[in-house]
């Protein structure tokens, strides 16, 4: 459910491949097998609540003034009924299905039918067509990758609206905003169970299919590893990119035309969220194909944990901070503005160069300089579902060497800056920041026991080499 992502820590080379005469029956890698009852329980809770606090962080702002608590106390001391509540809430409407139809046709038409251009004329931008990684059964899937391009034609024409054309008021998103939720959670439900049928009956690649025979777990974490239609119509970069973080930005900048159309001016803290945030976007589209070798897109199946999670989670509850502002503008002091800016921008330096370092090291197969020096690391290998050997480097100089995830520190440096933002008033801007810590924290953990299961004593090796995961010496 969200955008951030990590590079894997291994970085596949198929330095020579080896067919050892067997086929192994399930590799150990991807996604997990058999399910234990406190993964059950996790994903039904999540299946269960987690549109519920979607909708109740949005209801809370809706209705009272971002309060998280205010709600509760109503209905505990009978002051109002869920139904009282409820019937406040807008309804879907026909105005915000065309917006939202509209939106998601426009980004499907850019991703499947423009092919990227500014690969042609940005230096250092790596977009047109690139190779994934290696799928568990040994399938290398070439992408289309045009996400700044569809970032740039998108906002381009925004702005010429907003400034030129004045097709529609650039307060549309935050006017529509509860409706447009109902048209999200319905293309959520829809491509997630789409999905799964998919998988039964005609699936891209059956070989990289998932079955454990639980249906909760199957359509909460996915069955096909890259399901498609067509040769590049992919699920899961179109969702996990477009449309959920093509509109992230377009969500800030109707924030801040709500905020000059109710107070008469954009407070600095909006400003400092539609930057930050903005950098974010724009550095996951500038490494898009990059990405390509995140846990996403490398370890995830495509199930109702990403198209659900991208189509509503990732829109409406990593926006709260601009949303928070539109209901209580803070004009922070310089200083306090500049601290922030600065957390910000240190975090994505961090978050930046710790991915760059990776990416460094696997482009040139260790033979570069990471901090002034050769690059240390630990070999380590792996079998496809083919029987097909694998080897991999991982690295332990750098910013790699003070922690396994550090590039998540960074993250998290950013987040809070996103937070701080907004004061301390509410704790409803602030669930950023806590679900983000508990995301990050459990992907370390996820990924490391797919990581154990993949290199067995390799990993132990590296672990005894960077022994902490996010913070040197703590943890």
């Known amino acids: 459910m969200a955008a951030h992502q990590e590079k894997k820590p291994s970085e596949e080379r198929k330095h020579k491949s080896t067919q050892n005469g067997t086929r192994t029956s399930q590799v150990q890698w991807g996604r997990a097998w058999e399910v234990d009852w406190f993964s059950l329980a996790s994903i039904l809770f999540l299946l269960m609540f987690a549109p519920l606090i979607v909708y109740y962080f949005i209801m809370s702002c809706d209705q009272y003034q971002?309060?998280?608590?205010?709600?509760?106390?109503?209905?505990?001391?009978?002051?109002?009924?869920?139904?009282?509540?409820?019937?406040?809430?807008?309804?879907?409407?026909y105005r915000a299905a065309g917006i939202y139809t509209l939106w998601v046709t426009f980004q499907v038409f850019l991703y499947v039918f423009v092919p990227d251009f500014c690969h042609k004329f940005l230096p250092g931008y790596v977009g047109g067509v690139q190779e994934g990684a290696v799928t568990p059964a040994g399938v290398v899937n070439k992408y289309e990758i045009n996400g700044l391009q569809a970032w740039i034609i998108t906002h381009v024409?925004?702005?010429?609206?907003?400034?030129?054309?004045?097709?529609?008021?650039?307060?549309?998103?935050?006017?529509?905003?509860?409706?447009?939720?109902?048209?999200?959670?319905?293309?959520?439900?829809?491509?997630?169970?789409?999905?799964?049928?998919?998988?039964?009956?005609?699936?891209?690649?059956?070989?990289?299919?998932?079955?454990?025979?639980?249906?909760?777990?199957?359509?909460?974490?996915?069955?096909?590893?890259?399901?498609?239609?067509?040769?590049w119509f992919d699920f899961k970069l179109f969702f996990n990119g477009r449309p959920g973080i093509v509109a992230w930005t377009l969500i800030n900048l109707s924030y801040a035309a709500k905020q000059q159309e109710l107070y008469?001016?954009?407070?600095?803290?909006?400003?400092?969220?539609?930057?930050l945030q903005g950098i974010y976007v724009l550095d996951y589209f500038w490494n898009e194909a990059w990405y390509l070798k995140t846990i996403?897109?490398?370890?995830?199946?495509?199930?109702?944990?990403?198209?659900?999670?991208?189509?509503?989670?990732l829109p409406y509850l990593y926006t709260l901070q601009g949303l928070y502002l539109v209901y209580h503008?803070?004009?922070?002091?310089?200083?306090?503005?500049?601290?922030?800016?600065?957390?910000g921008l240190i975090?994505?330096?961090?978050?930046?160069?710790?991915?760059?370092?990776?990416?460094?090291?696997?482009?040139?197969?260790?033979?570069?300089?990471?901090?002034?020096?050769k690059p240390e690391y630990i070999e380590c290998s792996y079998m496809s579902v083919d029987g097909t050997k694998y080897y991999s480097k991982l690295m332990t100089s750098g910013f790699w060497g003070w922690a396994r995830h550090f590039n998540y520190t960074g993250d998290l440096m950013g987040s809070l800056a996103y937070c701080l933002t907004c004061g301390f008033e509410h704790i409803?801007?602030?669930?950023?920041?806590?679900?983000?810590?508990?995301?990050?924290?459990?992907?370390?953990?996820?990924?490391?026991?797919?990581?154990?299961?993949?290199?067995?004593?390799?990993?132990?090796?590296?672990?005894?080499?960077?022994?902490?995961?996010?913070i040197p010496g703590i943890f």
């Open 66 to 93: 971002c309060s998280l608590i205010d709600p509760l106390i109503d209905l505990l001391t009978g002051n109002k009924h869920l139904f009282d509540i409820w019937n406040k809430t807008p309804t879907l409407t």
């Open 157 to 231: 024409l925004w702005f010429a609206n907003a400034y030129y054309f004045h097709w529609f008021s650039p307060t549309i998103i935050f006017d529509n905003w509860i409706p447009l939720l109902w048209c999200a959670n319905i293309l959520g439900y829809a491509v997630s169970t789409f999905a799964m049928i998919k998988s039964y009956f005609f699936p891209t690649n059956a070989k990289d299919c998932k079955f454990t025979g639980n249906f909760f777990y199957d359509y909460m974490m996915g069955i096909e590893f890259n399901p498609r239609i067509g040769k």
């Open 264 to 275: 008469g001016q954009v407070t600095n803290s909006m400003i400092l969220v539609n930057v």
């Open 296 to 313: 996403d897109i490398c370890h995830d199946h495509f199930g109702w944990y990403l198209g659900w999670g991208d189509c509503v989670w």
């Open 329 to 343: 503008p803070v004009q922070l002091c310089t200083a306090n503005a500049v601290g922030i800016l600065m957390l």
């Open 347 to 373: 975090g994505y330096y961090v978050f930046r160069m710790t991915n760059h370092q990776k990416d460094l090291f696997r482009r040139t197969n260790g033979n570069c300089k990471i901090w002034g020096k």
């Open 428 to 470: 409803l801007p602030y669930f950023y920041i806590v679900y983000m810590t508990i995301l990050l924290t459990h992907r370390c953990i996820r990924d490391e026991h797919r990581c154990f299961s993949k290199y067995g004593k390799d990993w132990k090796r590296y672990t005894a080499a960077v022994p902490y995961r996010l």
